[in-house]
């Protein structure tokens, strides 16, 4: 089943929704993700929001485990002056973009880079001295 988005309900926010629990949007991951923001709407206005994004919690209601159309009633019921905890998407260079999972590692591991980084570190240090004992 393809997730569907709430957007009729979300207008005076200025962006839809999707994800559930049952309508996953991220493999492994029920969480609310903002699938579009409207132009000039309060979410564009702000600025902080971006599509991607992870919603984690409405006016401090935490937003784990729940139906897609619950989370859609919490924002309906929100009221005026809504309080949102957004975990941002991980932006990654020459590669896909997509939500980060709290808590969990996403991307390339800082060990793939770092382990052959070093290691030619020291390879390039070790052929520096070998060089400088020669002359």
Known sequence: MLPTESKS???RLGF???GGTDQQYVSNDSGIFVSRIKENGAAALDGRLQ???KILS???QDLKNLLHQDAVDLF???GYAVSLRVQHRLQVQNGP???QGEGEPSGIPITMVLVPVCALTVVAAWAFMRYRQRL
């Open 51 to 53: 599509e991607g994004d």
């Open 16 to 18: 839809n929704i999707v």
């Open 76 to 78: 309906r019921n929100a």
């Open 58 to 60: 409405v006016n401090g």
């Open 9 to 11: 309900n979300m207008s």
């Open 97 to 99: 973009i997509g939500p």
